[in-house]
């Protein structure tokens, strides 16, 4: 099996970079905090001390970092040299598509190929290997990287097409709609408290009847379970940047999304609160304040 290059091993990335040892590949992995990735060293990781230290010559690179500034940062026309011609630079992170776009034309300049997988995954679904990519990029780089990404998470993957931000604005709008959904289940199992209807017999009632998908099920029992803070898995900060990607996208495109504006500001008045350990779940918190319940 060939060298992988892998760049970031956050809460989500650490489990994919695990897979793909565990399946055999070679991983020289680079991370802004070294001490992260060394459990991975156990497993036959090669830790580098920069993101082209991480490449092979006609190689692939995966990155899942937190947003454009980072993907700006690693994507230098160094690491981008250090893969040359034949090389593949797969971008896993939830970015803007503006940047994806932009990175792409830097790296075909010098014969790379930029995809784009942003990953649809919480972390112990990505362990598992039950999560789903949406990729867009030249077909010959997507094909090359599929399997990685059935090695490393993927369940699903999703193509959509060419156009290297296509990929972005999928992950954003699905980002979105789960947040729509925890804001649409905070009020609703707020409204069945309020009426004296048990929430934990309603969610059950709703979840194995019309909404039996897994964001309603688990995120439901996650707010009623308040588990709002503590070591998140997705932080509410993360969830407010991609807000804020997600009406920046409609902006450009004149597409109105009022529900985007209330879930945004609900993410900002967790923050507010200095409330930094919490997950994007707890954005429920709002709906469950503004209902007079204790959260």
């Keep these: 099996m060939e060298t992988i290059g892998f760049i970031g091993t956050g809460h ?3 489990p994919i970079a695990e897979n793909l040892l565990r399946a055999g590949y070679t991983v020289k992995i680079y991370n802004r905090t070294r001490e992260k990735a060394l459990p991975l060293e156990q497993l036959g990781a090669i ?35 250090a893969l040359g011609a034949g090389g593949i630079h797969v971008s896993m992170s939830t970015v803007s ?40 990029g030249e077909a010959a780089a997507k ?19 060419t156009d290297a931000g296509s990929a972005n604005v999928l992950k954003l709008i699905g ?24 929430p934990r017999v309603a969610h059950e009632m709703l979840t194995s009847t019309l909404f039996t998908g897994p964001i309603f099920k688990n995120y439901g029992t996650m707010i009623l379970d308040r588990k709002f803070t503590g070591n998140p898995s997705f932080s509410a900060a993360l969830g407010l940047k991609d807000m804020d990607l997600v009406l920046q996208t409609a902006r450009r495109s004149y597409t109105p999304m009022p529900i985007a504006n209330l879930v945004q500001s609900r993410l900002t008045s967790i923050l507010a609160k200095d409330i930094h350990d919490a997950d994007w779940i707890a954005l429920a918190m709002g709906a469950l304040e503004d209902a007079g319940i204790t959260s």
């Design 97 to 136: 598509p503006d940047i994806s776009r932009e990175l792409a034309a830097l790296h075909r300049e010098q014969g790379v190929e930029f995809v784009t997988a942003p990953v649809f995954a919480r972390p112990e679904a990505a362990a598992a290997k039950l999560g789903n990519a949406v990729i867009s």
């Design 175 to 198: 980002n979105f709609m789960i947040a729509g959904a925890i804001e649409l289940m905070a009020e609703s199992l707020a409204l069945a408290e309020k009426n004296n209807v048990d």
């Design 143 to 161: 094909e090359r990287i599929k399997p990685l990404l059935e090695a490393g998470f993927a369940k699903n993957i999703f193509d959509l097409g």
């Design 47 to 81: 830790l580098v001390g920069s993101p082209e230290e991480a490449a092979v010559k006609g190689g692939i690179v995966l990155s899942l970092v937190a947003d454009d500034h980072a993907v700006k940062a690693i994507a230098t026309d160094a690491l981008i040299k």
């Design 12 to 14: 989500l990335g650490y």
